[in-house]
């Protein structure tokens, strides 16, 4: 199972594709860290995120306290607060960090409205690289505005020997937005064609690096049907086999739906009452009716996990098609 720990709504960015920076949470109303401890051990993944996470001046025992509970324990932040983070990365060697950045200097900067952006991003890469942190990377979502600089990126942290995981624009309540729209979708269906290829034909030294890219390219196959408003290429199992903590202790299927589907709250409820109780069956049963085509990576890498056949299957006849010189298949 996976977990993804929403520690905050407050954030320092102002993207215009997640409008949470609008409606941040309050310092006094967000779960105290030793609620966490509700949370099962034992998980595959945790995701540690926001808004910014390391708004939060109790992040290092929230990190202290997760960080015991999974096999891989990632905090996804827009890397600004580089010496919190550096010194993060030295008490926890053992855990993944991704850098949000949407695009090289000049558009990050504009798209998230933070002066200095990328060169806060890049320095902390390179300090928690120093650090000593085996997986490290910057992760973007792709939208009309930013697909251009998608594979100018790519060849920079292939480069740097360093990870790219990415998203497309969504719309959900935990974005603040419904109305986000890719109008050049060819532009940028092309774009992503040429990414899932150059994925697939990855160029990296490092093995582990280039096998990751490979089933990334599966990942944006995801990507890339929901920009089309097609249907996920293997269904949800938020709720099942995810599930969300929210900055108020409230457990959420997904951050993919028009609203939050409550399951329970921490708070007041040990976590085997919530998963076992009425609302989190009735939450499974609005997750299977759902109409939200959704694709991102809280949700889309378990099922991946879940039925592992189908991204191999696909990665491997695609990888000869290529060879071939033959278009990929969708």
Not at 35 to 42: A, M, R, V
Not at 190 to 206: Q, V
Not at 217 to 241: F, Q, S
Request: charged residues 30%; glycine residues 6%; positive net charge.
């Amino acid at each position: 199972m996976e977990c993804a720990v929403i520690t905050t709504y407050r954030c320092n960015a102002k993207c215009g594709m997640c409008q949470t920076w609008k409606h941040p949470s309050r310092a006094s109303e967000e779960f105290p860290p030793d609620i966490l401890n509700k949370i099962p051990g034992g998980m595959a993944r945790l995701n540690i995120t926001g808004g910014e996470p390391f708004l939060r001046k109790d992040i290092k025992e929230i990190v202290k306290i997760l960080d015991k509970k999974s096999q891989r324990l990632e905090i996804s932040t827009n890397g600004f607060f580089v010496d919190k983070i550096e010194e993060i990365a030295k008490q926890f060697p053992s855990i993944t960090i991704r850098v949000s950045v949407e695009g090289l200097p000049t558009l990050n900067d504009k798209l998230r409205g933070i002066p200095q952006g990328f060169d806060h991003a890049l320095r902390t890469i390179l300090r928690i690289k120093k650090a000593g942190l085996k997986d490290i990377g910057f992760a973007m979502t792709i939208s009309g505005e930013n697909c251009k600089d998608l594979l100018d990126l790519y060849a920079l942290v292939a480069n740097m020997d360093v990870e790219l995981a990415n998203a497309v624009v969504h719309n959900s309540f935990y974005f603040h937005k419904m109305d986000n729209e890719i109008l050049n979708r060819d532009e940028v269906e092309e774009t992503m064609l040429r990414f899932m290829e150059a994925l697939l034909t990855s160029p990296r030294k490092n093995l582990k690096r280039r096998f990751k890219d490979w089933f990334r390219a599966y990942l944006n196959l995801g990507l890339l049907r929901h920009v089309r408003g097609e249907d996920r290429p293997i269904p949800c199992g938020a709720g099942t086999e995810t599930f969300f903590l929210d900055p108020w202790g409230r457990i959420l299927a997904c951050n993919g739906s028009i609203e939050p589907m409550v399951m329970g709250d921490l708070n007041t409820q040990s976590f085997e009452e919530i998963w076992n109780g009425e609302d989190a069956r009735k939450v499974r049963r609005m997750v299977k009716n759902c109409k939200q085509k959704c694709w991102m990576t809280g949700t889309a890498v378990p099922a991946m996990r879940r039925k592992p056949w189908q991204p191999i299957k696909w990665v491997l006849e695609n990888k000869l098609r290529l060879y071939r010189g033959k278009e990929i298949c969708l």
